[in-house]
């Protein structure tokens, strides 16, 4: 099983619909990110948390909230999807090694949105 | 402000021949660099890091990465290619200043392996 799993893995919705897009990890890492990649414009960071009580935006965080139910769970939501949300969706985690998160991510395999 | 550049948005190279992939960043402080690969339909794999110490860095698959401060640049290379090599890349960069968390990512070079 993946360390990082992410559900659904693809969605095709319709504009002004709720979507919630799920992360769970086995990995115990304290720190979850969601990031959005576009063809050609690499990953950019939407939200991300460093435990349950920890909550930050990214640079890209307009329209879509985030959850941290659990050590173990991040969700994204796109209260109101819009065409222009269709992407690739990765969840991440990282750990803190001697104190100090050094970045190395663990991604997801990925959830394909399309908004149509 | 942090930025990662991969100038060339594809690359393509020889089965058997070496291979580089151009990474230029820009950083305040002491910077951390990555390299990611993606495979179709996959998520993002750890290739390498620098964070400090030898210029030269080795990672998995047989890649490694030269940190070359006065160049701000963090090229990944591999002395030989292999079809199965071919993927899309991604370098990455973190200001290792206190309380820096985010990393930024380049856009992506896609390598194709010819046989």
């Known amino acids: 099983d993946a360390d990082v799993t992410q559900t659904p893995r693809n969605r095709i919705t319709k504009t002004g619909k709720r979507i919630m897009l799920e992360c769970s990890q086995t990995?115990?890492?304290?720190?979850m990110y969601w990031y959005r990649q576009d063809p050609g414009l690499g990953l950019r960071l939407i939200y991300y948390?460093?435990?349950?009580?920890?909550?930050n935006k990214g640079e890209i965080s307009d329209g879509y909230s985030v959850s941290r139910q659990a050590q173990a769970k991040f969700s994204l939501s796109l209260e109101s999807a819009i065409p222009n949300q269709t992407a690739l969706y990765f969840c991440?985690?990282?750990?803190?090694?001697?104190?100090?998160?050094?970045?190395?991510?663990?991604f997801g395999e990925g959830s394909r949105l399309t908004v149509l | 402000a942090q930025s990662v550049a991969q100038p060339e948005d594809q690359v393509n190279v020889a089965e058997g021949n070496p291979l580089t992939v151009k990474c230029t960043y820009s950083v305040s402080g002491n910077p951390y660099l990555f390299w990611y690969v993606q495979y179709p339909n996959r998520g993002l794999q750890f290739l390498l890091k620098y964070i400090t110490g030898d210029n030269l860095v080795k990672g998995s698959y047989g890649f490694e990465a030269e940190f070359n401060k006065s160049q701000t640049s963090f090229h990944l290379k591999k002395p030989s290619a292999l079809v199965s090599d071919s993927a899309l890349y991604f370098c990455?960069?973190?200001?290792?200043?206190?309380?820096?968390?985010?990393?930024?990512f380049g856009k992506g070079t896609k390598l194709s392996v010819i046989p």
């Open positions: 948390s460093f435990d349950v009580k920890d909550i």
């Open positions: 990455a960069v973190r200001d290792g200043g206190a309380g820096s968390y985010q990393l930024t």
């Open positions: 990995k115990g890492h304290d720190r």
């Open positions: 991440a985690t990282s750990e803190i090694a001697r104190g100090e998160n050094t970045g190395e991510l663990f």
